[in-house]
């Protein structure tokens, strides 16, 4: 029997030419890019023209890819409905996956292809934001917004949240949480799309077993824990140090810190903590920068913990007056540029993904008829 590796830690089980966690350097590449220089230059669109595509879109191509998408985020009249009306209760993240789901309802089953899944994913990445936009807004009782083609990806999401146009900042905060969350090496819920996809099963089954993947708290949850975290604190008026210790005494862990890879700071993290003070003063809102701020010292010193990507993004949408339950579909729309890429790549040269458990239960075990038992 092979070597029993829990949580598949430390084992490669694919070969990948799209992403980079350099976990001691705190280092972040995709497709060889810095994720500090794709921050500072790159907007979400063409992000997920590289990391499809292996190249930065030039001029032409990236108006092109903007069109593409632009045209594509109206959602069919029985998915809006879907998601306005019997899914307006469900968790955000349930329905998002039922609702990308629904979409494979439309057109032919996508070909378990690379250009089969580049060409769904074009639909799927281009109305995920119009999907959490309408959920979000039939939660209060609001009608959806029409998508704006004249918007970016990150604007037009945020008016379709808001029904208001979004001030630059807000677009660039956004555009950039987009970017700095689309890819991350062979994540849990990349992971997940891949194994569908190596069952030769199509984008839609994909993305939608990502989504899964990506809704519990040790993954795309934890974004949203922090936040409440930081809302206990201030609803019990405690102090943020003693807070933090009082959990980790009890045994919790603290949402936000630790990584599988990393063991030092999240290079991701490091532009959102810039973000949450820029935003956090502009409206005027700096004590969840400051409480997360003492709360990230203490963790470092007592756990040697460093922060990662989740610490400070809640913080960037709530000082966007983004609801708690909406940050993990945030994730989502940004990471489905990767789960597409990762798909694409997957269906390249398949092998089938299927590891083996170690079985430790019962043998030999004598049978009894049901009357017996
Ligand atoms: C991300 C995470 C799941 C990585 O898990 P992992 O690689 O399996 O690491 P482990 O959970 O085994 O943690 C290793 C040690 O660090 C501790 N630790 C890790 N993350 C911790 C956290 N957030 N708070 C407190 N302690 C933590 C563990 O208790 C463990 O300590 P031990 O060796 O004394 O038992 C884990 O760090 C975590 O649960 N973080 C909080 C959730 C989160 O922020 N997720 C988003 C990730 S981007």
């Not at 794709?38 to 030039?58: I, K, M, R, V």
């Not at 936009?133 to 990806?153: C, M, Q, T, Y």
């Not at 470092?300 to 913990?305: D, M, S, W």
Request: aromatic share 6%; net charge negative; charged share 30%.
């Amino acid at each position: 029997m092979p070597e029993l590796k829990e949580g598949l830690a430390g084992v490669v089980v694919a070969q990948s030419r799209i992403s980079k966690v350099f976990g001691e350097e705190g280092r972040l590449i995709y497709r060889g890019y810095d994720i500090d220089d794709l921050a500072e230059g790159a907007s979400f669109e063409e992000t997920a023209h590289l990391l499809w595509h292996g190249e930065l879109p030039d001029e032409k191509e990236l108006q092109a890819f903007e069109d593409e998408l632009a045209s594509r985020r109206r959602l069919p009249d029985d998915v809006l409905d879907l998601v306005a009306g019997p899914l307006a209760e469900a968790h955000p993240m349930a329905a998002l996956r039922t609702a990308v789901s629904a979409l494979a309802s439309e057109g032919p089953e996508p070909a378990a292809t690379p250009e089969g899944v580049l060409a769904a994913g074009a639909d799927i990445l281009a109305k995920m934001p119009t999907i959490v936009g309408a959920h979000a807004r039939a939660r209060r009782g609001l009608d959806p917004v029409e998508p704006d083609e004249d918007l970016s990806h990150a604007g037009s999401f945020l008016q379709q949240l808001t029904g208001e146009r979004p001030s630059e900042e807000a677009e660039r905060a956004m555009d950039l949480a987009l970017v700095l969350h689309a890819d991350h090496g062979l994540n849990a819920s990349t992971f997940s799309a891949r194994v569908t996809a190596s069952t030769l099963s199509d984008a839609y089954s994909a993305v939608t077993s990502a989504i899964g993947s990506l809704k519990g708290d040790l993954h795309g949850g934890a974004n949203a824990n922090v936040m409440r975290v930081l809302e206990t604190i201030e609803e019990q008026g405690d102090d943020p140090v003693q807070h933090v210790k009082r959990r980790l005494d009890a045994g919790e862990k603290i949402p936000g810190f630790g990584h599988r890879v990393y063991r030092t700071m999240d290079p991701r993290a490091v532009h959102l903590k810039d973000w949450s003070r820029r935003l956090g003063e502009a409206t005027g809102e700096t004590r969840w920068y400051e409480t997360i701020r003492a709360i990230e010292d203490f963790i470092r010193e007592e756990k040697e913990l460093p922060p990662n990507v989740d610490l400070y993004s809640g913080s960037v949408y709530r000082c966007m007056g983004i609801d708690i339950e909406y940050y993990t579909p945030i994730f989502a729309m940004s990471r489905c540029a990767g789960w597409i890429a990762h798909v694409a790549e997957q269906y390249d040269g398949n092998r089938l993904i299927r590891p083996r458990a170690e079985y430790v239960g019962d043998l030999d075990r004598a049978w009894q008829d049901i009357e017996d038992r």
